[in-house]
């Protein structure tokens, strides 16, 4: 069961979290041929990330004026998050970690 789950996290929150990221930092270290271009892609990814990612992909690639890679730091760093977010989702469910302490057994008064 929690192998399921974790291949549902996967590929539900973790592959496109490393994609959005991805497209977000292509648009803002690339430029375009009007600003407001830019600025309208940014707005698509912040607020449409599933939709707007995909649309990016599609089509806002081929506007770009520049076609500077992401670079090696930035790769690193989109893989990571999810990385930590597999490792703290393990963690919890393994029970390792939790979030609010467990109430204590008995009250003094």
């Known amino acids: 069961m929690a192998m399921i789950m974790l291949t549902g996290f996967i590929v539900l929150i973790a592959l496109p979290s ?4 991805y497209a977000l930092a292509d648009v803002i270290i690339n430029d375009f041929q009007y600003f407001t271009t830019k600025f309208v892609w940014l707005v698509v990814l912040c607020f449409f990330p599933p ?14 004026r520049t076609y500077y890679p992401v670079g090696r730091f930035v790769v690193l760093c989109i ?29 003094l008064i």
């Open 18 to 21: 490393v994609l959005w990221l």
């Open 51 to 64: 939709f707007g990612t995909l649309l990016y992909f599609l089509i806002g690639r081929n506007q770009r």
């Open 79 to 107: 893989l990571i998050v999810p990385a930590l977010m597999i490792a703290v989702y393990i963690l919890y469910s393994l029970g390792h970690l939790t979030f609010m302490p467990e109430p204590p057994k008995e009250i």
